[in-house]
């Protein structure tokens, strides 16, 4: 069964960049098949896809992040990371890292079946 | 994007009652919703997807149906450790994207 646990600093001031990643075990991130995501729950609002990244490299970003999100990956870790740049009180939330199956073609099914636990990233000053 | 609501906010029942959670989609999205199951300190749990498959390990009083806008999780017989939020998906257009959520409480 895999496992993702995201880590991070949990606390990050304004106008600063937001930095997690999430290691997974009992899998390979480089054996493909399978799309790493992150996603959010600001508080008292729902939960928000962030982007993915495939193994190869490949992303897809939710257009009301893109231009402030990129996410990486790191095989030979077996980690994929998150960078939120410019952050205000509004990136305040639980991250949370997920895996989803590749579909057909280059993309995920998103449908996400393994999450980590919630990681509270809060910005402040 | 495609917004998702969910009705009602919150439900509360009795154990051995029917739960009915309802979640409309703003365009069709044939049958790519997902339903997910998440209580307090806990990350959401996969429950249906596809609108109707259930994931691995789940009991069969959860069943989702509905296709196009209108999608339905039927909790039959509730029991106490289905008190949650649960929340809907819609996996077929990008961005994904998930609906506010249905409080299930236990009475």
């Known amino acids: 069964q895999v496992q993702l646990q995201a880590s991070g600093p949990r606390l990050v001031k304004p106008s600063q960049t937001l930095s997690l990643t999430c290691t997974v075990s009992s899998d390979s991130i480089s054996s493909g098949g399978f799309y790493w995501s992150w996603v959010r729950q600001r508080p008292g609002k729902g939960l928000e896809w962030i982007g993915n990244?495939?193994?190869?490299?490949?992303?897809h970003y939710n257009p009301s992040l893109r231009s402030r999100v990129t996410i990486s990956v790191d095989t030979s870790k077996n980690q994929f990371s998150l960078s939120v740049t410019s952050v205000t009180a509004a990136d305040t939330a639980l991250y949370y890292c997920a895996r989803s199956n590749a579909a057909a073609g280059t993309d995920s099914d998103y449908v996400f079946r393994h999450w980590s636990p919630g990681t509270l990233v809060t910005v402040s000053s | 994007e495609t917004v998702m609501t969910q009705f009602p906010a919150t439900l509360s029942l009795f154990p051995g009652e029917r739960a009915t959670l309802s979640c409309r989609a703003s365009q069709g999205i044939t049958s790519n919703l997902a339903w997910y199951q998440q209580k307090p300190g806990q990350p959401p749990r996969l429950l249906i997807y596809g609108a109707s498959t259930r994931a691995s390990g789940v009991p069969a009083r959860f069943r989702g149906s509905g296709s196009g806008t209108e999608f339905t999780l039927t909790i039959s017989r509730l029991q106490s450790e289905d008190a949650a939020f649960y929340y809907c998906?819609?996996?077929?257009?990008?961005?994904?994207?998930f609906g506010q959520g249905t409080e299930v409480e236990i009475k």
């Open positions: 998906q819609q996996h077929g257009d990008k961005p994904p994207t």
């Open positions: 990244i495939y193994h190869s490299g490949n992303t």
